[in-house]
T-cell receptor, first 112, second 118 residues
Framework: GNSVTQMEGPVTLSEEAFLTINCTYTATGYPSLFWYVQYPGEGLQLLLKATKADDKGSNKGFEATYRKETTSFHLEKGSVQVSDSAVYFCALRGGGGNKLTFGTGTQLKVEL | GAVVSQHPSWVICKSGTSVKIECRSL??????MFWYRQFPKQSLMLMATSNEGSKATYEQGVEKDKFLINHASLTLSTLTVTSAHPEDSSFYIC??????????????FGDGTRLSIL
């Protein structure tokens, strides 16, 4: 079956630091890949997505590249801000339909 | 703005009470909605797929009689936690893709409902 593995958190960074959150996946076929962000007390918001190999999703300074050879979709941001503090979920959609498989989430805390 | 509305956002009730959570798509019709449960510091676990006009599809291990799902219209799905107990306390989140389950569109999530059973 499908599965998503994310690096464990929490991740604590200083403002303007470089961020990487690792995500690898197992899936049959060619899944679509997503990063969702969850701010405290809220639901999930789509941050970015990629639907095929070598696609790069980007939004709000965050980027992730769909690497089929390494089955990875690592999230990066060059300079984080305090407002980026949230939980980030990597997810995949595959096998037809719109059912998502989520990773366990990585909490990011950015300090001044 | 939000395209999926979830209500209520927080519920505290006594053990044995049944609790209904609503999920509405605000500016599109949702023939399919998804219900997730999130435990503290853990990922979202898909509980069931709500289908307008037909029975919900439950994931393995989810009790159908415990978590009743009704997709009453193209914009509304409800999750009723029947005879809730403290172990049912959790964060419940719904989502809906524009265009239905096979639309290949990203899902839009509600803000979640925090359920606390005393």
């Amino acid at each position: 079956g499908n599965s998503v593995t994310q690096m464990e958190g929490p991740v604590t960074l200083s403002e303007e630091a470089f961020l990487t959150i690792n995500c690898t996946y197992t899936a049959t076929g060619y899944p679509s890949l997503f990063w969702y962000v969850q701010y405290p007390g809220e639901g999930l918001q789509l941050l970015l997505k990629a639907t095929k190999a070598d696609d790069k999703g980007s939004n709000k300074g965050f980027e992730a590249t769909y690497r089929k050879e390494t089955t990875s979709f690592h999230l990066e941001k060059g300079s984080v801000q305090v407002s980026d503090s949230a939980v980030y979920f990597c997810a995949l959609r595959g096998g037809g339909g719109n059912k998502l498989t989520f990773g366990t989430g990585t909490q990011l805390k950015v300090e001044l | 703005g939000a395209v999926v509305s979830q209500h209520p956002s927080w519920v505290i009730c006594k053990s044995g009470t049944s609790v209904k959570i609503e999920c509405r798509s605000l500016d599109f019709q949702a023939t399919t909605m998804f219900w997730y449960r999130q435990f503290p510091k853990q990922s979202l676990m898909l509980m069931a797929t709500s289908n307008e006009g037909s029975k919900a599809t439950y994931e393995q291990g989810v009790e159908k009689d415990k978590f009743l799902i009704n997709h009453a219209s193209l914009t509304l799905s409800t999750l009723t936690v029947t005879s809730a107990h403290p172990e049912d306390s959790s964060f419940y989140i719904c989502s809906a893709p524009r265009g239905g389950d096979l639309s290949n569109q990203p899902q839009h999530f509600g803000d979640g409902t925090r359920l606390s059973i005393l």
